[in-house]
């Protein structure tokens, strides 16, 4: 069953905290993404993973890093939180480059207070 | 730089009848152009896409797009839509190179349909 799971679903942070976000797979898929989505906009690209430990910036990388340790498995970190980073972010994968089809998770609603 | 343009936020129609998405791209070189759908509260799922060959497309539940390089277009149809389809779909354009990928979404289409 071909699945991209997102942990956690819902998340309360204030300003200033670490927030990390987690994402797997289990497809054994190269490639992963993670994007954020704001209302009007559609989703924008915030980092790409070729492979453990081989990551790419994305549009808008700023204030986002991200780790891959194991190819089932992608963190998006936020180091101090900003309010203007309050989005619902998605994670996807892909089994080759971007032009193969992308499977995502279910987002991760979070709210920087 | 590439840009993708749904131009209908919105898009209202009645169960049984036919329905078109707009979808319009700018970019110089090759591309490709997907179609996603998001109901509400989940994620994306992949519907369909394009690169070369069959500027006609078909993709899961009934939908087919058609490419045209002369109007910049990818514009999703389904000729009768079901009261499931009501969704929120985006238009993505995707170019560039390995290690130097570009991804676009268009803001999306929201469609809604009427019993």
């Known amino acids: 069953d071909m699945k991209v799971t997102q942990m956690p679903r819902y998340l309360i942070k204030r300003m200033g905290e670490n927030v990390l976000l987690e994402c797997g797979q289990d497809?054994?898929?190269?490639?992963m993404y993670w994007y954020r989505q704001d209302p009007g906009l559609g989703l924008q690209l915030i980092y790409i993973?070729?492979?453990?430990?081989?990551?790419s910036e994305g549009d808008i990388p700023k204030g986002y890093r991200v780790s891959r340790k194991k190819r089932e498995h992608f963190s998006l970190i936020l180091d101090s939180a900003k309010t203007n980073q309050t989005s619902v972010y998605f994670c996807a994968s892909s089994s080759g480059p971007f032009q193969d089809t992308q499977y995502f998770g279910p987002g991760t609603r979070l709210l920087v207070l | 730089t590439q840009t993708v343009s749904q131009s209908d936020a919105h898009v209202t129609v009645f169960e049984g009848d036919s329905v078109e998405l707009r979808c319009n791209y700018s970019y110089g070189g090759s591309i490709y152009l997907s179609w996603y759908i998001q109901h509400h509260g989940r994620g994306l799922q992949f519907l369909l896409k394009?690169?070369?060959?069959?500027?006609v497309v078909q993709g899961v539940n009934g939908f087919e797009a058609e490419f045209s390089k002369s109007d910049s277009s990818f514009h999703l149809r389904k000729a009768s839509v079901h009261w499931s389809d009501s969704a929120v779909y985006f238009c993505?354009?995707?170019?560039?190179?390995?290690?130097?990928?570009?991804?676009?979404f268009g803001a999306g289409t929201k469609l809604t349909i009427k019993p």
């Open positions: 993973s070729y492979d453990v430990d081989s990551n």
């Open positions: 497809m054994s898929h190269e490639t």
């Open positions: 394009y690169y070369s060959g069959n500027p």
């Open positions: 993505a354009v995707s170019a560039g190179s390995y290690g130097n990928e570009k991804i676009t």
